[in-house]
């Protein structure tokens, strides 16, 4: 029997027509797979998150496969979202055994919760280099029936792995020269081409950028600058970058940030919109600020819910299984038809649209990304560089137009705590330098929903921010109590008393940080727990 109908998790309730007899996290399935000696298959996914749909559709959706699963296994379906803690064990696990982690993460766990395979996706079949599922499945199944011991001694020193991975407060000496060792360490991993840390996929890493922003202000040397600046300039000309609707894409498959993964997370454009703002608050560098106010402007779009004063989690990537970022992407037919000939003569020399375009499933679609700059194009088009800029800005207007035509990715209207709290954290800096007030009432009006709906006394900020106000007598709590909402909010309300010189913010900080050091707080180890 699938167990998914009534969860509130939109992934996990999208997946309760499934064949597969899937449980919700808990202790009731654990129970079970001992009663049982079944191993159990832990599915972790999430609403945007494109080859957890393929996964699901290609083998859960499978009656053949569920039977076998069913019969043979307890299986626990996770919205990472939801539960971020149980995320980062099992990813720990799962990286210490197969050198990769990502979404959707595979892991076959004996009944105590201990992994001893796992993966992420995995075709029904064999393609892509990768082994079937079902022959993945059977080959763990023989594993765990006729060698026992070789799957205790597995689980057991992956195990050891992930509590000394998260023993993460080991005492140890501070030294002002740690946090010059950190920039040069930041340095070696510098992609001095292309901009950003390493190689193929690229992932932005707005905290390393704040720390060498940070860096930068204390000892003026040109390298820090020259490493933030030109990787945050790099991302905001690449297709990372959505060049018409703003904001930022997950990450990027190629070095040169032109195609990116196309699902777009409030966390990482809540970190990506600080680190533009207080690069421009250090540089003034136009485009810096451009993009900030790109973010602002996708966030309150797309995101805010205005009437309710909240931001939703994400925006998926596709808008179905056989999609790639089609919303997103253009032919040049496309484009062309949407522009007039005077804006698609600037706007295919600045965006890089061409017959042949950057996608692999459809080589006629290009991801948008700037190419060529105003007064480059103005060179070649014999054109004043301001007749460029505004053509531009029409082009970019239409094709806005046009794509907010098509059928558009879903969006995740799921409020988390520390993601709204650190949205409206970035937004109320965002009033200041960007001199946007509606930012700032948009701020305030999110972490006043964080306080007088989602606070429960004397236990702090659900994980899940509830649709009406929670009531302090009743005896179940609406959600998870975690680390990250507590210390988001904390840091909040802190930002807001700094912006409004209201006590209450920072009475309300005061409050979360008592309620951390009460319940998170290790008084053998030192350091906080994530969960309670």
Known sequence: MNRLADEQSAYLASASHQPVSWHPWGEAPFALARETDRPVLLDIGAAWCHWCHVMDSESYEDPELAEFLNANFVCIKVDRD???????????????LTGQGGWPLTALLTPDG???YGGTYFPPDGKYGRPGFRSVLERALNVWKGQREKVSGTAAELSRHVERSLLETASGDLDPAQLAQGAERMARLYDWRYGGFGTAPKFPHPGALEFLIARWWDTREPWLREIAEKTLTAMARGGVYDQIGGGFHRYSVDERWIVPHFEKMAYDNAELLAVYLHGYAAWGTPLLRETALGIVSWALEVL???DGGTFGAAQDADVGLRDDGDYFTWTSDEARQALAPDEWEVARR????YPEGEMHHNPAKNVLWVARSVDAIAAETGRDPDEVRDLLERARARLKAARDARAAPAVDRTAYASWNAMLAGAFLEAGAILGRPDCTEFALRVLGVLWDRAFVPGQGIPHRVPSVPTVPTVPTVPSVFLLDDQAHTASAFLTAFEHTGDGRWLDRGRELVDIMLAFHWDPNGGGLFDTR
């Open 114 to 116: 201990e992994v001893f």
């Open 350 to 353: 600045h965006w890089d649209i």
């Open 304 to 306: 805010a819910d205005r």
């Open 82 to 96: 939801e539960r971020p803690d149980v995320d980062a064990r099992y990813q720990r696990a799962v990286q210490a």
